[in-house]
Nanobody
């Protein structure tokens, strides 16, 4: 079981930037692929980005390609989501998750954080 704590959410104007962080509890953090999902108001949770344990492979939803970047610092057991050129439709609760492979993270089935709210005003 991996415990995850997200931070960095907030209110930002359209076109602005935010960086989300997710700190993981396990010392074997490098063994886990990590990812971000989001849940817009009144909608289902959707995949945003994922990164392999080594950081060498990443995956993004089409809606955020070119604007968001996922990265990780294995020495700090932390994964980041840099969000640039934010749009009102990016407004959502953002969740961090961990799993044993990139594919399992993209599937989004377990090891969720509690979420952090991101609100983008127009």
């Amino acid at each position: 079981q991996v415990q995850l704590v997200e931070s960095g959410g907030g209110l930002v104007q359209a076109g602005g930037s935010l960086r989300l962080s997710c700190a993981a509890s396990r010392r074997t953090f490098v063994n886990y692929a990590m990812g971000w999902f989001r849940q817009p108001p009144g909608k289902e949770r959707e995949f945003v980005a994922a990164i392999s344990g080594s950081g060498s492979s990443t995956s993004y939803a089409d809606s955020v390609k070119g604007r968001f970047a996922i990265s990780r610092d294995n020495a700090k057991n932390t994964v980041y989501l840099q969000m640039n050129s934010l749009k009102p439709e990016d407004t959502a609760v953002y969740f961090c998750l961990a799993d044993l492979s990139l594919e399992m993270v993209v599937a989004g089935t377990r090891n969720w954080g509690q979420g952090t709210q991101v609100t983008v005003s127009s």
